[in-house]
């Protein structure tokens, strides 16, 4: 059964579901975590204290609502829409990230936050 994990911010709860890499269980075993994230287009990103390395599924063309880390920024990074790199629509990370999950439902709200926010994240499995 995948992981759930919560993120929480200025009175937005938004649920996620966490893929089973190893870049997603090295998240899971930080968590519960606060970190501050800056806005970059239509995604967040923050330095979570992550050292990964590139795994093979790593890329740059994202989906709305999906989560991943950023081998070369230790970030945590939320893709809600376009990025200054984006060739359209389509969320597009400035390199090449570990896709590690999903938000669950509607990721409108994220687009009406400022361009810091602390986040927290925290385990919804026991």
């Known amino acids: 059964m995948p992981e759930k994990i919560r993120l929480v911010t200025a009175g937005l709860i938004l649920n996620a579901e ?3 890499t190893p870049s997603a ?6 968590l519960p ?6 806005r970059w287009g239509e995604e967040y990103y923050g330095n979570a ?3 990964v390395e590139a795994e093979p599924g ?7 609502g999906e989560l991943a880390v950023w081998p070369d920024g230790s970030a945590f990074c939320i893709f809600f829409g376009p990025t200054p790199v984006s060739r ?10 570990n896709p ?7 990721v409108e709200g994220l687009a009406d936050l400022g ?3 602390r986040m927290r994240l925290e385990r919804l499995n026991p």
């Open 88 to 97: 359209g629509t389509e969320p597009r990370a400035y390199s090449n990230v």
């Open 58 to 64: 790593a890329r740059t063309e994202m989906a709305i």
């Open 25 to 30: 269980r090295k998240l899971l075993a930080k």
């Open 18 to 20: 966490l893929n089973d």
């Open 100 to 106: 590690i999950g999903r938000i669950l439902r509607d």
């Open 115 to 117: 361009g810091t926010i």
């Open 49 to 51: 204290g992550l050292v």
């Open 33 to 38: 975590l606060e970190i501050p994230m800056t």
